[in-house]
């Protein structure tokens, strides 16, 4: 794809074409941004089971012109049962399995929490029009995706023995082919009763007793009372102040200060503009200091040992940006953190804007699908650690790490931006050049998309720490990257699915919306 799309009644982009679509076609009856999000949530956590569930955690930034952006955490905690002592005789949290479903599920919550703010704006589309889609495609079935088959063929030895995976996600004990129908009947089932009881339902209802009794019963520590406590949050967002326009993130338990952090850092080095290795060097220098200064920092809110917006202070980024040599690469020896996500953008007829994303952690999560409810769940609490003296240490009630952030900027002349992708470590990389290329460099919505990507670190599955490239990046680039001391792998693919699903909107002062989407994901970008 290389042209943007553009409209003057509203927006949604989406990963997955029938999630766009959902939210496009919320907006052409009426729904305001937040509602059109519910929709395409709904759908794309059942078209793209790989990749999220309603198992699973989310975060929303959302503006509404005139007023400053909120910040919606809808991250669940660990169960009340989570201690070192429940998981005695590992060293580490099991990475799939009931043992490594530890914490409460949280994107449901964030959907209605969001869904009160809706009708404050005068929505008023019934939960049956909103998770119509879902319920539909859910009963009915999806084509298998290119990226469902290659994921589930590549985890399903690791995935294989996660109670209720192999009845819902595989055929005959196999990776189903692309283009093969998935249906998912008692998800569909699910989606109409929360349509029918409504989204608190979820935690203090009938379905949070079937999915806690199932929890409970297959080894997880979570009971019927974590669901019970956990409400969605309100939180103040983090932000940053560019030449041309304000950058805003979530703050913990995510890593949006390392998303703004990189835009910040790559801003004051005022590298060489353009497709060149000095912007790219810059960038990936910046990256560096980001994720350092991410993981010496962010965890549970509650345990955070500085103000993370007194990172984003000019003496501070002042003191980061100089540490930056930009004729020579810092050594990597960072340990990276992988993540599968989706990250979904909308933006109405009036200016209100949702930049949202939606995981369940890794690819399948925890693979256990519950047996009454067809729910996949999350394994985001295997980023806790078992060490007690480690900053993401686990104990009851504490938020996971999260590579989750979607991303929001308002311009000075009044345009605002929403984007984002999926993809663990590669988020606030891919955050960082979609917004450096469309903001600084002047480039196309979509192009900023559509151009070759880089990656510094791993992510699906990849064991290596190198730079990765996609194959598309001119020879004499990647030799000037090599000279400046980055350790280069040049990919096979032109496209390739290792640098995640991006996607933006930006929303101009004159009400044109403009929309792209990524041609490495299934996705769309439906306007109306």
């Known amino acids: 794809m290389i042209h943007t799309r553009r409209s003057y009644g509203g927006m949604c982009v989406a990963p997955h074409h029938l999630a766009a679509e959902a939210g496009r076609d919320v907006l052409k009856e009426g729904g305001n941004a937040v509602e059109a999000m519910i929709a395409a949530a709904a759908t794309i956590a059942v078209a793209y089971p790989h990749m999220n569930a309603i198992g699973g955690d989310g975060f929303w930034l959302i503006h509404e012109p005139g007023k400053a952006p909120m910040a919606l955490d809808a991250c669940g905690p660990a169960a009340g049962l989570a201690t070192p002592a429940y998981y005695a005789g590992h060293d580490t949290i099991p990475e799939r399995g009931p043992l490594a479903a530890l914490t409460v599920a949280g994107t449901v919550g964030g959907w209605q929490k969001a869904l009160e703010l809706a009708r404050r704006w005068g929505g008023n589309l019934p939960l049956t029009c909103l998770l119509g889609d879902a319920v539909h495609h859910a009963r009915h079935g999806v084509a298998i995706s290119k990226s469902q088959q290659t994921l589930t063929t590549r985890h399903r030895d690791a995935l294989f ?191 209100r804007a949702v930049s949202f994303i939606q995981s369940i952690f890794w690819e399948f999560g925890s693979g ?73 460099q002047g480039e196309s919505l979509q192009q900023a998309v559509t151009a070759p990507r880089w990656l510094l670190g791993r992510t699906w599955g990849e064991n290596t720490t190198s730079l990765k490239l996609e194959s598309r990046f001119y020879p004499s680039m990647v030799a000037k990257l090599r000279a400046l001391g980055h350790e280069v792998e040049v990919l096979e693919e032109a496209f390739s699915d290792t640098m995640g699903h991006a996607g933006g909107i930006v929303h101009h002062q004159d009400g044109l919306i403009e929309g792209a989407h990524d041609p490495r994901s299934d996705g769309g970008a439906a306007g109306c």
């Open 368 to 440: 256990v699908v519950l047996p009454e409810s067809g729910v996949l769940w999350q394994n985001r609490g295997i980023s806790f650690s078992l060490e007690a003296d480690s900053l993401r240490g686990l104990g009851p009630g504490r938020k996971p790490f999260h590579t989750l952030n979607p991303a929001l900027a308002r311009f000075r002349d009044g345009r605002t931006m929403v984007y984002g992708t999926m993809g663990g470590e590669g988020q606030p990389q891919t955050q960082a050049a979609l917004f450096s290329r469309y903001a600084f």
């Open 161 to 351: 023995g996660s109670p209720g995976f192999a009845e819902a996600f595989l055929v005959d004990g196999e990776a189903p082919a692309e283009g093969s129908r998935l249906r998912q009947p008692r998800l569909a089932t699910t989606l109409e009763h929360l349509a029918a009881a409504g989204l608190d339902d979820f935690y203090r209802g009938e379905l949070a007793s079937s999915m806690a009794g199932d929890l409970e019963a297959l080894g997880s520590p979570l009971r019927q009372a974590d669901f019970a406590d956990y409400h969605a949050q309100w939180v103040t967002p983090l932000e940053v102040v560019l030449k041309e326009a304000t950058l805003y993130n979530l703050p913990a338990p995510t890593q949006g200060i390392a998303s703004l952090l990189i835009l910040a850092l790559y801003e004051r080095l005022e590298a060489a503009e353009g497709n060149s290795a000095a912007t790219l060097h810059g960038l990936i220098e910046a990256t560096k200091r980001a994720f350092l200064l991410r993981d010496r920092y962010v965890t549970d809110p509650g345990r955070l040992p500085l103000e993370l917006q007194r990172l984003l202070d000019e003496d501070n980024l002042a003191r980061e940006a100089a540490e930056i040599d930009m004729q020579k690469a810092l050594p990597w020896p960072h340990e990276p953190v992988p993540g599968d996500t989706i990250w979904m953008g909308t933006v109405d007829g009036a200016g």
